[in-house]
């Protein structure tokens, strides 16, 4: 073979590795939520090697006994089920955009309710299974008996709504809490709505805070946004507009929004798996 047969296969075989590298890059993207509301969230990220969710362990049952909380962006209702098990919240609203997140939080919440009741809990089925439902087992188990001493119904307590959080969603009659939770949402709010979606997200959150009351908010790096750019057209031109970087969230939180005070309480959580090594901060209203 002549060595311009040689150099034209060769170029033949690199387009089409290129291509099926474009390909497989295309096939990627589609499949990313662009929300981040993400199927298996907490099942990839908690029910293999992890019992319970790391971040719980920073987060203080002062913050949530007794009160009316919210968790923005809940997902499949994981975390939120847990802190009011754990916490001993008066009430704690689960919002996300996703119809079939909330739908998933609701079957949680039916199922962690047998569960604390006594009842035979049925097997889940395969797809059940395969779409991570059982990633609030393990964050459930541990205080399981706490609540069936208590004799709480849990289903009285938890309640999660589908809404758009930046855009229309408001609080039933006007209700303020004591307790906001917004973890690992800011980002996707970002790229999504750019820097007024995030400037829209940090004013509702502190009016809808008690006076006092307490946000804590899980930032994801910048280096995160990089990664999650492309997920949509709408993305990809907010990442490149954005001008309020995610090391600049406590300035304007402060001294923009109004808030008085912050505390990184991420020191407390050490050996962390990837993931959830973010910072985590508490601000206070």
Same mark, same amino acid.
């Given at each position: 073979?002549g060595?311009?047969?040689?150099?034209?296969?060769?170029?033949?075989?690199?387009?089409?590795?290129?291509?099926?590298?474009?390909t497989?890059k !295309?096939?990627?993207r589609?499949?990313?939520?662009?929300?981040?509301?993400?199927r298996?969230?907490? $099942?990839?990220?908690?029910?293999?090697?992890?019992?319970?969710?790391?971040?719980?362990?920073?987060?203080?049952?002062?913050w949530?006994e007794?009160?009316?909380?919210?968790?923005?962006?809940?997902?499949? $209702?994981?975390?939120?089920?847990?802190?009011?098990?754990?916490?001993?919240?008066?009430s704690?609203?689960g919002?996300d955009?996703?119809?079939?997140?909330?739908?998933?939080?609701?079957?949680?919440l039916?199922r962690?309710?047998?569960?604390?009741?006594g009842?035979v809990?049925?097997k889940p089925? !395969?797809?059940?299974?395969?779409e991570?439902?059982?990633?609030v087992q393990?964050?459930?188990?541990?205080?399981q008996?706490?609540?069936?001493?208590?004799?709480?119904d849990?289903?009285?307590?938890?309640?999660f709504?589908k809404?758009?959080?930046?855009k229309?969603w408001?609080?039933p009659?006007?209700k303020?809490?004591?307790?906001?939770?917004c973890l690992?949402?800011?980002?996707w709010?970002h790229?999504?709505w750019?820097?007024?979606?995030l400037i829209i997200?940090?004013?509702?959150?502190?009016?809808?805070?008690e006076?006092?009351?307490?946000?804590?908010?899980?930032?994801?790096?910048?280096?995160?946004y990089y990664?999650?750019?492309?997920v949509s057209e709408?993305?990809?031109?907010n990442?490149?507009n954005? !001008?309020?970087?995610p090391?600049?969230?406590?300035?304007?939180?402060?001294?923009?929004?109004?808030?008085?005070m912050?505390?990184n309480i991420?020191s407390?959580?050490s050996?962390s798996?990837?993931?959830?090594?973010?910072?985590?901060?508490?601000?206070?209203k």
């Amino acid at each position: 073979m002549g060595q311009d047969e040689k150099k034209k296969k060769n170029d033949d075989e690199d387009a089409e590795t290129t291509t099926a590298q474009q390909t497989a890059k !295309k096939r990627k993207r589609q499949e990313v939520a662009i929300f981040g509301n993400y199927r298996n969230y907490y $099942g990839y990220r908690v029910g293999q090697e992890l019992e319970e969710d790391p971040r719980l362990k920073v987060l203080k049952k002062e913050w949530f006994e007794g009160k009316d909380c919210l968790d923005i962006g809940c997902n499949n $209702g994981t975390i939120t089920i847990t802190i009011a098990k754990k916490f001993g919240c008066r009430s704690i609203l689960g919002v996300d955009i996703d119809g079939d997140r909330i739908q998933d939080a609701h079957w949680n919440l039916r199922r962690t309710v047998k569960m604390s009741t006594g009842a035979v809990q049925p097997k889940p089925t !395969k797809l059940e299974d395969s779409e991570g439902m059982n990633g609030v087992q393990h964050s459930v188990t541990e205080v399981q008996s706490e609540e069936t001493r208590s004799g709480k119904d849990l289903s009285h307590i938890v309640t999660f709504e589908k809404g758009n959080f930046v855009k229309d969603w408001r609080p039933p009659e006007d209700k303020l809490y004591h307790t906001i939770i917004c973890l690992s949402v800011a980002k996707w709010i970002h790229l999504n709505w750019g820097d007024d979606g995030l400037i829209i997200l940090f004013a509702k959150i502190w009016k809808l805070l008690e006076p006092g009351g307490i946000l804590i908010l899980e930032p994801q790096p910048w280096k995160s946004y990089y990664k999650n750019r492309l997920v949509s057209e709408m993305a990809q031109t907010n990442y490149h507009n954005i !001008k309020i970087y995610p090391e600049g969230f406590q300035e304007v939180l402060l001294d923009k929004i109004g808030f008085r005070m912050v505390e990184n309480i991420t020191s407390r959580l050490s050996g962390s798996k990837t993931g959830f090594d973010r910072p985590i901060l508490a601000f206070w209203k």
